[in-house]
């Protein structure tokens, strides 16, 4: 059973920059998709970027230029830097975790470990 914390979320203006990161513990992240994903107010959560178990990168149509997913296996930590940040960022960031198929490393239906989440503010 691996667990998920995430931790780094909090209130930033406009064009600020953070970093989320998510530490794991129970397993080792080197064998799993690594996730994250985003829910804002009244929507449904979004994929946001995914760094899979084979080394490739991927991100959302909305997240690919300012966000930036990376990985330390010794630390067990999954990272989120997101730069130039916009009030439509805000929302609860969750991380995840899975080894599922590729093909679907952007669907939360195939997320197996969640954290708890963190919330991200950004004030215009």
């Known amino acids: 059973q691996v667990q998920l914390v995430e931790i780094g979320g909090g209130l930033v203006q406009a064009g600020g920059s953070l970093r989320l990161s998510c530490a794991a513990s129970?397993?080792?992240?080197?064998?799993?998709?690594m996730k994250w994903f985003r829910q804002g107010p009244g929507k449904e959560r979004e994929f946001v970027a995914a760094h899979s178990s084979k080394g490739g990168y991927y991100y959302g149509d909305s997240t690919i230029h300012r966000f930036d997913i990376s990985r330390d296996i010794a630390k067990n930590t999954v990272y989120l830097q997101i730069n130039d940040l916009k009030p439509e960022d805000t929302a609860v960031y969750y991380c995840?975790?899975?080894?599922?198929?590729?093909?679907?490393?952007?669907?939360?239906?195939?997320?197996?470990?969640w954290g708890q989440g963190t919330q991200v503010t950004v004030s215009s």
């Open positions: 995840g975790a899975d080894a599922g198929p590729i093909p679907s490393i952007r669907d939360p239906r195939t997320v197996v470990y």
């Open positions: 129970g397993g080792t992240i080197e064998f799993y998709h």
